[in-house]
């Protein structure tokens, strides 16, 4: 017998127990990209007070991670990381909405416009309902 596939199976998300847990529970994708990634919200979260709570007293944060780092080069470090640029490629796309599971259940359309239909059809629609 061959070898079983355990090559290439890794991924970054090892502990994921520990993460689901409410207590440790990150923003959302959703949250991150409609409201902490305007201008004015950025600008809030980059410069916070002082807190000590938060590791590094909450001076340095990524906001497209919602994390907070240590130090500025740890910051740094991770802005050139592998994690921070697959959430970047994360935030570019559209979030989940009520609109697309609808359209998902069958319940909506796809877009807002009136269903047309083509000329052709027309005689064949009429023998239907008819
Ligand atoms: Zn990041």
């Known amino acids: 017998m061959g070898r079983l596939r355990r090559s290439r199976v890794h991924n970054a998300r090892r502990d994921v127990h520990r993460a689901a847990r409410t207590?440790?529970?990150a923003r959302d994708l959703d949250q991150i990209k409609i409201i902490d990634l305007d201008p004015k919200r950025r600008a809030e979260l980059e410069s916070q007070p002082l807190d000590f709570e938060r590791?590094?007293?909450g001076q340095h944060y990524c906001v497209e991670c919602a994390k907070y780092y240590e130090t500025d080069a740890a910051l740094n470090s991770h802005w050139r990381s592998k994690v921070h640029k697959r959430r970047c490629k994360q935030l570019k796309a559209e979030p989940y909405?009520?609109?697309e599971s609808e359209r998902a259940a069958g319940l909506g359309r796809e877009d807002r416009r009136p269903l047309r239909v083509p000329a052709v059809m027309q005689n064949v629609v009429a023998s239907v309902e008819t």
């Open 55 to 57: 590791p590094g007293l």
């Open 23 to 25: 207590r440790a529970r």
């Open 97 to 99: 909405t009520i609109e």
